[in-house]
């Protein structure tokens, strides 16, 4: 396989403290990679750095592009867009991507990497929309076409995290919501921000708005749907329900019914 290689040059992210660096070895997408990530950018402590090589035979992405086979301290890319290996536990990596897309397949890349950081570090990166409402991070999440970005884009008022991955992280006996830079131009910008999480909301759309109530083990079903990467692993899979099952104990969970309007609001503010 033939490779781009020049001298390497770090692009370094910070996501609810966990640091990441990229050393790109191909310097042409180094302006795109910081102006993408601008937000979060950020100065060591690192907890991983990754070399990534770019190499001239390209491909397209496609639902076989990221095959990767984890274990408790490392992940090994075996597709033929990414190939490589990161070890958490030493801090390093190297990947090689054959991508006609290099950026969007680098930040795939970083979104797979936060998601076993954050795991290891006792969070949840979470498939959901995040806005801070009154001082306090609501979770809104479901399937593709639930309605997260319509409750992101109605909420202007607000602060948005995210609308499609935040990062749940524990703080003391509370949990931390923060935004992530993951977000495609159909989407709402993210906000760089954390706030505490006050509750988790199942989008159902409906008529009108209103709060269904939910048994622990229907609440559970929904939220580990809901997990990238992580929950797709047998390795990680009976320490993700544990870790779940723990935030469900301290915060409430609904199915949301509601209409493509600001009343769910009003629903929400009723029952805080």
């Given at each position: 396989m033939s490779v781009?290689?020049?001298?390497?040059?770090?692009?370094?992210?910070?996501?609810?403290?966990?640091?990441?660096?990229?050393?790109?070895?191909?310097?042409?997408?180094?302006?795109?990679?910081?102006?993408?990530?601008?937000?979060?950018?950020?100065?060591?402590?690192?907890?991983?750095?990754?070399?990534?090589?770019?190499?001239?035979?390209?491909?397209?992405?496609s639902a076989q592009s990221t095959e990767v086979v984890f274990n408790d301290t490392s992940i090994v890319f075996l597709s033929r867009i990414y190939q490589g290996l990161v070890d958490f536990d030493r801090g390093d990596g190297l990947i090689v991507i054959s991508s006609a897309h290099p950026i969007q397949a680098i930040d795939y890349l970083v979104r797979i990497l936060y998601a076993v950081m954050g795991f290891r570090a006792g969070g949840i990166?979470?498939?959901?929309?995040?806005?801070?409402?009154?001082g306090k991070a609501h979770i809104f999440f479901g399937h593709s076409g639930s309605g997260k970005s319509t409750v992101a884009r109605i909420s202007g008022a607000d602060i948005v995290l995210n609308d499609d991955l935040v990062l749940l992280m524990p703080e003391g006996d509370d949990w931390m919501v923060h935004s992530t830079p993951f977000w495609n131009n159909t989407q709402v910008r993210p906000t760089a921000n954390h706030a505490p999480l006050t509750c988790l909301y199942y989008l159902v759309k409906d008529q009108h708005s209103y709060l269904e109530e939910v048994s622990p083990a229907l609440a559970l079903t929904d939220m580990i749907s809901c997990v990238p990467v992580i929950a797709g692993s047998p390795v990680f899979l009976n320490p993700l329900l544990k870790r779940c099952s723990n935030l469900l104990a301290t915060i409430p969970a609904y199915h949301l019914h509601f209409a493509p309007d600001t009343s769910f609001w009003k629903v929400i503010d009723q029952n805080l």
């Open positions: 781009n290689k020049s001298a390497g040059k770090l692009v370094s992210i910070s996501i609810a403290n966990l640091g990441l660096a990229i050393k790109l070895e191909n310097l042409a997408y180094f302006n795109d990679l910081e102006l993408m990530y601008r937000d979060y950018l950020a100065q060591p402590p690192l907890q991983l750095l990754i070399t990534v090589l770019l190499a001239e035979s390209i491909y397209e992405h990166l979470f498939h959901a929309a995040g806005i801070v409402h009154l």
